[in-house]
């Protein structure tokens, strides 16, 4: 196992005939090998392998094995060894620095002072850390090591901006207010503090790297792709300091590469999404960015990649980076509001701390809804503030603003139902719970008049892509709490009005974006989207009366899903579930013989009603009107004649799609969202 970086002790060491250290290619060649050497200078290879390009990898020493049997314990079995307990003690001492800790290793003291550079421990061979099994050993020895120093990083980069001072490093204890490990974090405040000091130092003095990155042409390019199409639904970036951040990051300028090349790819030659998300994350696992809210903004960027559909675990999904999102903020301490006299409240920037926050919030929200999982925040562990317009420093911005802070509060009501769904979904006796439909209907109804969807004309004359997408989750929660599992016979869900005409209004979305050119700008999770309205517009193809209507809806989703594929993976399984199942589904003329099925009820919705208190369904939708759809035309206006749809019919033909649009319940299952 190589490691460039190792420790340097300062005290006495005796002097080796031979290199503790040889690479391979110099071993082979028989030729005097300066890793050793370079490696107390910093360098993670050798002169000989610098000048030829080649990668310097150690040679395993062989000389001298010890034998297992000899391998002392990590933990010692005697009481009395008060020394090991010491040896993490912060010493001050006459003519020491303050840096400089004492460490106790095979019985006697050696000094290590953070101020030198960092290399291997005289007193330790290369043999025992050779081997996979030997890497215990070399844990137990080495007293210190820096976060994200126990890989093989090659490619360091050194970050001038780091300071131990900076409210924006990853110090735990300067966010969390030491809360999360009390008493035994107060008990141990000053060495978290030094231990903190020292690993920002040993981060800021990482070798510089001549970074492979677009020329700052793309850059722009991409920033402005950012901007126009993702800020809204992920506002960490700010226009004022983007620029600097991007000289001192190359981890974010791969992220917003990321983003932009593949919203809006540019049609001059760039390395295209993949390389730049291969870049960025490989840059965060090494640790090579030393600013955590720096970090913490590009892979919230990596929402708008995904490598492959969820078949197989894998950690490239918008639920994996999302979940490292929110680990590190509560590590942090950002899900809570600083105490008012908090000594680094000043220097915390809440702005920022509150966008990256609430971002992470609303899509773990989402995803618990599509994927039927638990969600990681618990609302009532969390004191931070809701996003408002002042978090916002550029007023340029406060239009998509102002659209994230109500998709916030939208996902916060879909977290509750997710919730209740996750814990109710097999109960044959559901009924959702009234004050959840209340908040939804508030919701939608809050809404000022600049971002309300303007679907109410046969023609969206004033069509805004942001609007439109806030509507999108809106519509596909309506569906799922209005699906109902009638009883254990038939396990496909019975579709009642508030589904069919949320699946009917998605639909009319869809047909504004797909006639303005694209849906490159819409999330992954719009396949799923379209997914719950295929299932509502399927069941209205058995209704008399609704068919021609449902079925240029459901031509729409099929379209969507099409386009919506050439990025997304996961799109790809949707539209082939909608060509496998809709031939199967779709009825050409009313059937005479056929009996009638229960009423589907129409206009005032007095012929159904799933929630008690007297809720209206047709409140969800205060933006529909007989002139958006077909089939809004048939839900809306008040019919004489009843309208009926045949269960068992439909059942026949919905079992196909059952196992594609069940939520998984294990992890052998697929989940059809990332």
């Known amino acids: 196992m190589s490691d460039p970086l190792w420790l340097q002790f300062t005290g006495h060491q005796p002097k080796r005939k031979r290199a503790e250290l040889a690479c391979i290619a110099c071993h082979s060649k028989k030729i005097r090998c300066d890793l050793q050497t370079r490696g107390g200078q910093g360098y993670s290879?050798?002169?000989?392998?610098?000048?030829?390009?080649?990668?310097?990898?150690?040679?395993?020493?062989?000389?001298?094995?010890?034998?297992?049997?000899?391998?002392?314990?990590?933990?010692?079995?005697?009481?009395?060894?008060?020394?090991?307990?010491?040896?993490?003690?912060?010493?001050?001492?006459?003519?020491?620095?303050?840096?400089?800790?004492?460490?106790?290793?095979?019985?006697?003291?050696?000094?290590?002072?953070?101020?030198?550079?960092?290399?291997?421990?005289?007193?330790?061979?290369?043999?025992?850390?050779?081997?996979g099994d030997d890497l215990e050993i070399w844990s137990s020895h080495m007293r210190y090591r820096p976060a994200g120093q126990l890989g093989t990083t090659r490619n360091t980069m050194s970050h001038p901006s780091v300071s131990s001072t900076s409210p924006a490093t990853q110090r735990t204890e300067d966010h969390s207010e030491h809360n999360d490990s009390y008493p035994?974090?107060?008990?141990?405040?000053?060495?978290?503090?030094?231990?903190?000091?020292?690993?920002?130092?040993?981060?800021?003095?990482?070798?510089?790297?001549?970074?492979?990155?677009?020329?700052?042409?793309?850059?722009?390019?991409?920033?402005?792709?950012?901007?126009?199409?993702?800020?809204?639904?992920?506002?960490?970036?700010?226009?004022?300091?983007?620029s600097d951040e991007l000289v001192m990051s190359p981890l974010l300028v791969n992220a917003l590469a990321l983003v932009g090349s593949h919203v809006k790819p540019p049609m001059i030659p760039h390395d295209g999404p993949a390389s730049y998300y291969d870049r960025a994350r490989n840059r965060f696992y090494n640790d090579e960015e030393p600013?955590?809210?720096?970090?913490?903004?590009?892979?919230?960027?990596?929402?708008?990649?995904?490598?492959?559909?969820?078949?197989?675990?894998?950690?490239?999904?918008s639920w994996w980076w999302t979940s490292v999102v929110i680990r590190h903020c509560q590590q942090l301490g950002v899900h809570r509001e600083p105490?008012?006299?908090?000594?680094?409240?000043?220097?915390?920037?809440?702005?920022?701390?509150?966008?990256?926050?609430w971002t992470a919030f609303a899509r773990e929200r989402l995803t618990a809804l599509c994927q039927n999982k638990p969600c990681v925040i618990d609302p009532e562990d969390c004191s931070l503030t809701e996003p408002t317009l002042d978090d916002f420093p550029n007023p340029r911005d406060h239009g998509k603003a102002e659209i994230f802070i109500y998709w916030v509060r939208l996902c916060a009501i879909i977290g509750k139902v997710a919730k209740y769904l996750s814990r109710n979904h097999d109960s044959e006796s559901f009924a959702f719970p009234a004050h959840l439909a209340r908040e939804l209907i508030d919701w939608v109804h809050s809404l000022p008049p600049h971002i309300q969807l303007p679907i109410s004309s046969?023609?969206?004359?004033?069509?805004?892509?942001?609007?439109?997408?806030?509507?999108?989750?809106?519509?596909?929660?309506?569906?799922?709490?209005?699906l109902k599992r009638s009883s254990s016979s038939q396990p496909l869900p019975q579709v009642y009005p508030p589904a069919i005409l949320a699946a009917t209004?998605?639909?009319?979305?869809?047909?504004?974006?797909?006639?303005?050119?694209?849906?490159?700008?819409?999330?992954?999770?719009?396949?799923?989207?379209?997914?719950?309205?295929?299932?509502?517009?399927?069941?209205?193809?058995?209704?008399?009366?609704?068919?021609?209507?449902?079925?240029?809806?459901?031509?729409?989703?099929?379209?969507?899903?099409?386009?919506?594929?050439?990025?997304?993976?996961?799109?790809?399984?949707?539209?082939?579930?909608?060509?496998?199942?809709?031939?199967?589904?779709?009825?050409?003329?009313?059937?005479?013989?056929?009996?009638?099925?229960?009423?589907?009820?129409?206009?005032?919705?007095?012929?159904?009603?799933?929630?008690?208190?007297?809720?209206?369904?047709?409140?969800?939708?205060?933006?529909?009107?007989?002139?958006?759809?077909?089939?809004?035309?048939?839900?809306?206006?008040?019919?004489?004649?009843?309208?009926?749809?045949?269960?068992?019919?439909?059942?026949?033909?919905?079992?196909?799609?059952?196992d594609l649009f069940d939520p998984c319940h294990t992890s052998t299952e697929t989940n059809l969202f990332m």
């Not at 040896?87 to 003519?95: D, I, L």
């Not at 105490?339 to 926050?357: E, M, T, V």
């Not at 209004?505 to 295929?534: E, H, V």
């Open 45 to 131: 290879d050798c002169s000989k392998c610098a000048t030829t390009g080649k990668d310097c990898r150690t040679r395993p020493s062989r000389r001298g094995k010890s034998s297992r049997t000899n391998i002392r314990p990590l933990t010692p079995t005697d009481s009395n060894s008060s020394d090991q307990t010491s040896a993490c003690q912060p010493q001050n001492k006459t003519g020491t620095s303050s840096d400089t800790y004492n460490f106790h290793q095979h019985g006697h003291r050696e000094s290590l002072s953070l101020d030198e550079p960092i290399r291997e421990p005289a007193s330790r061979t290369q043999k025992e850390i050779s081997g």
């Open 184 to 242: 035994v974090g107060h008990v141990f405040l000053p060495e978290l503090q030094t231990n903190a000091r020292d690993q920002e130092r040993l981060l800021a003095e990482r070798l510089p790297e001549i970074p492979s990155l677009p020329d700052p042409d793309l850059q722009q390019t991409f920033a402005e792709t950012y901007f126009d199409y993702c800020y809204a639904w992920c506002p960490v970036l700010d226009r004022d300091t983007l």
């Open 291 to 317: 600013d955590v809210m720096t970090s913490l903004k590009a892979i919230s960027l990596f929402y708008w990649w995904s490598p492959r559909p969820p078949t197989i675990l894998h950690r490239h999904s």
């Open 339 to 357: 105490a008012a006299n908090h000594p680094l409240r000043q220097q915390i920037n809440l702005s920022l701390r509150r966008r990256i926050w």
């Open 458 to 482: 046969v023609r969206t004359s004033t069509f805004n892509r942001d609007v439109h997408q806030l509507h999108l989750p809106y519509l596909a929660v309506i569906i799922i709490i209005h």
């Open 505 to 658: 209004c998605m639909a009319r979305i869809m047909r504004d974006i797909l006639s303005r050119g694209g849906t490159r700008f819409l999330m992954a999770i719009s396949g799923w989207y379209c997914g719950t309205a295929f299932i509502a517009l399927l069941q209205a193809l058995r209704i008399d009366g609704l068919a021609k209507s449902a079925n240029e809806d459901l031509d729409i989703l099929t379209l969507a899903v099409d386009q919506l594929r050439i990025m997304w993976p996961t799109a790809a399984v949707f539209h082939s579930g909608f060509g496998r199942i809709r031939p199967n589904a779709t009825t050409t003329e009313s059937d005479p013989l056929r009996t009638p099925g229960p009423e589907l009820g129409m206009g005032d919705g007095t012929g159904y009603m799933e929630m008690t208190d007297g809720i209206d369904w047709t409140t969800y939708f205060p933006f529909a009107t007989p002139d958006t759809s077909g089939v809004a035309s048939r839900l809306l206006v008040p019919h004489t004649e009843e309208l009926f749809f045949d269960d068992d019919i439909f059942a026949d033909a919905m079992l196909q799609f059952q």
